[in-house]
């Protein structure tokens, strides 16, 4: 077997690894599963799964690679890890902000952020947002600033209204 990247995001999941992946896959165009892992009957005393359920799931959202792994409650996700989806226009703002957004968290939503039904954090941004967050005029990037303050999914026509002062 061949390992594709070096570094691949290890998402823990309680058991829902599977039904994780099959959703993430389904929003992103291209996404699929590459391979399902399972228990083994070795060290049920320690991990308490049955051998055969799902233990790892190998797949891919737009060309990176992720691993979901089944490890139980011991773990659960926050804001402090978010994965960033850099949108070209609206439309994909649109797509991924509703399909991401499907059964998770109305009120982790701000700025772009949302928190999908699993506890991930999502950032749903437009590729322009650092071009405003980094422009040599402090006026531009304040008025941009604040106008994401006030969003909770990212509008561009908003955010490019602010920046330029209309």
Not at 1 to 12: D, E, F, R
Not at 13 to 36: K, M, N
Not at 88 to 95: A, G, K, T
Not at 138 to 164: C, G, T, Y
Request: net charge negative; with cysteine; charged share 25%.
């Amino acid at each position: 077997m061949q390992i594709v990247s070096k570094i691949v995001p290890c998402l823990w999941f309680d058991h829902q690894a599977e039904e994780a992946a099959r959703f993430y896959t389904g929003v992103f165009p291209g996404g699929r599963i590459h391979l399902v892992t399972r228990y083994p009957k070795a060290g049920r005393e320690i991990h308490g799964r049955e051998a055969g359920s799902v233990l790892t799931v190998e797949f891919e959202l737009a060309g990176q690679r992720f691993t979901a792994l089944n490890g139980g409650p011991v773990f659960t996700f926050n804001e402090a890890l978010s994965l960033q989806v850099m949108c070209e226009d609206q439309q994909e703002i649109d797509h991924f902000w509703s399909r991401l957004g499907e059964g998770g968290d109305p009120r982790a939503q701000q700025c772009g952020w949302l928190k999908d039904r699993f506890g991930v954090s999502w950032q749903v941004v437009p590729q322009e947002m650092l071009q405003y967050l980094v422009d040599p005029d402090p006026a531009k990037v304040e008025r941009s600033f604040a106008a994401m303050l006030q969003m909770k999914k990212l509008d561009i026509a908003a955010l490019k209204r602010a920046h330029e002062g209309k």
